[in-house]
């Protein structure tokens, strides 16, 4: 006899729980101190075009992101800003462009947020956007292939795609919530 399970509800539950309970209530009243905190030295974060000292800085506006092409075997340590930036355009804006009819995104062309307030509407409006289509997928969305945007993992299902999004998510909050804890206990 087996159990009947909605997976649909399951994954987007899974999110929706620990963004409403555990990583957008850490990220209340950011500063654009702790936004831009560099807590080591030679520090990747979202710096104004021409200010940065990473191998490429990428951006369609007034900031941009710090990058290397190919990465570095260990990439130096980032900022709230930068993991931010990395949540809004490389785990929710490209999958929401590819899968959920959002608008394109890419580390390229993106307008980085000049500002805590602005990094956190970004990443609102891609949450936003994700668990809307994920909640749409049903049991035969879930199953489905990702398609060609997923590259090598083009033929898994798009459940797996769910689950790494979410992992993303909840893996990136939680050194952003590290972040800030560190920012406030720095002088004692």
Known sequence: ???DIDWNDAL???LNWHWDNQLRPRLAGLTDDEYFWEPAADCWSIRRHG???APVSVGGG???MDYAMPPHE???VTTIAWRLAHIAVGVFGMRNASHFGGPPADYSTFEYAGSAAAALDQLDAGYAVWIKGVQSLGAAGLARPCGPAEGPFAE???A???LHIHREVIH???EVALLRDLYLRQAG
């Open 1 to 3: 006899m087996g159990i």
């Open 12 to 14: 987007t539950s899974q």
């Open 51 to 53: 200010d940065s000292a």
């Open 62 to 64: 007034e900031w941009a």
């Open 74 to 76: 260990t990439e130096p």
């Open 156 to 158: 898994y299902p798009m």
């Open 160 to 162: 797996a795609l769910v």
């Open 172 to 174: 990136h909050g939680a």
